[in-house]
């Protein structure tokens, strides 16, 4: 019995989750080779000690296997670099099926037409909304030039901010809240919420601190987001590129820190402030998701209606899990339009 292109999309989507955390600015993609319905290999974007695509993972497990890729389908979620395209035409694969357009403006549509003048059969969209909505990080950032931020909540049902989480999070929602630290390049904090390194749950997570008040510590590795009114800070910033001055009248735009994370690499960056820096995230419409987590919660089984968290804001709810006694509910913001490669919207 035929396989469908949906099965292996989604044995590759589930190969490209693996490496979530460790493949950022590059996208975490999974490949899966097979040859009339029986697999062949896979591969993972792999980044140590260099950046090797999936595609290219996949064919060199074929190749230590001794198996040549003639008459195979190859699957990848997302369309691939114009010099993998080139090996995978190369290599012998006749059919490529891809998951999502790449919206680099390097890439989009040009691999699909050099595999197709290629004589490769080309085959794009399958299972799309599920891996743009897993890739939606990667794909804000290389559409919006900026970092894709994550608000993250932790509250009680008294409507609360809860610190320690530890003690009320539970075993399985603190793992989950872990692997979305470990997703994220960079975590915005206020100044109250500096941990030392020593002490740092997650060491390759960067620290981004709002410090608009001049406790800046130049000799740390935590980067700072300072005003031009705090002293030395523009002198300080000529030596330390850990050191955002924003020099303009008025509160520092989350927008901006943003934009300028994105020009350091980072991809995705969780926001766990206070009360203050929640608030402020709301109103000035900066965050491109809320994860929040109610301890404990009362909720039904079925998803919850989308919340007005402000005037001109309305959330969605688009996934919800329950970790014991404790509910992670991930809302994304009506202004979030799904990635649709064949809009206007989306065109390099």
Request: glycine share 4%; net charge negative; with cysteine.
């Amino acid at each position: 019995m035929a396989v469908s292109d949906e099965f292996w999309m989604q044995q590759a989507l589930a190969v490209a989750l693996e490496v979530r955390a460790k493949t950022p600015p590059h996208p975490w993609v999974g490949c899966i080779i097979e040859r009339k319905g029986a697999f062949l290999a896979k591969g993972s974007t792999e980044m140590s000690p260099e950046h090797i695509p999936a595609e290219i993972a996949a064919l060199e497990a074929l190749k230590k296997k001794e198996i040549y890729p003639q008459d195979s389908t190859l699957y990848t979620i997302l369309e691939p670099s114009l010099a993998t395209s080139q090996a995978i035409a190369e290599s012998g694969v006749t059919t490529v099926v891809i998951g999502t357009m790449d919206p680099d403006p390097n890439v989009f549509g040009k691999s699909v037409t050099l595999l197709k003048q290629a004589g490769v059969t080309v085959r794009v969209g399958t299972l799309e909304r599920k891996i743009a909505f897993e890739l939606r990080s990667y794909l804000h950032y290389q559409i919006r030039k900026e970092s894709y931020a994550v608000l993250k909540v932790v509250k009680g049902l008294n409507g609360g901010l809860i610190d320690d989480k530890a003690a009320l999070l539970g075993e399985e929602a603190l793992h989950d809240e872990k692997l979305l630290t470990q997703a994220s390049q960079a975590i915005l904090i206020n100044t109250q919420r500096i941990v030392p390194a020593s002490s740092q749950q997650h060491n390759s997570t960067l620290q981004i601190v709002l410090d608009e008040l001049g406790m800046i510590n130049p000799s740390s590795d935590i980067v700072y987001v300072t005003t031009a009114l705090v002293a030395a800070a523009k002198k300080l910033a000529l030596d330390n590129p850990n050191i955002l001055v924003w020099d303009k009248p008025g509160p520092i735009p989350l927008s901006w820190i943003k934009a300028n994370l994105a020009k350091k690499g980072i991809l995705q960056v969780v926001i766990d402030g206070d009360n203050a820096l929640i608030a402020r995230c709301i109103q000035e419409q900066a965050f491109n998701e809320l994860v929040l987590y109610l301890v404990p919660h009362l909720l039904e089984p079925q998803p919850a209606e989308p919340i007005q968290v402000s005037q001109h804001e309305t959330l969605r709810l688009a996934e919800m899990m329950r970790f014991g006694h404790t509910a992670k509910l991930l809302y994304l913001p009506e202004r979030e339009v799904p990635y649709d490669p064949y809009s206007p919207l989306y065109l390099p």
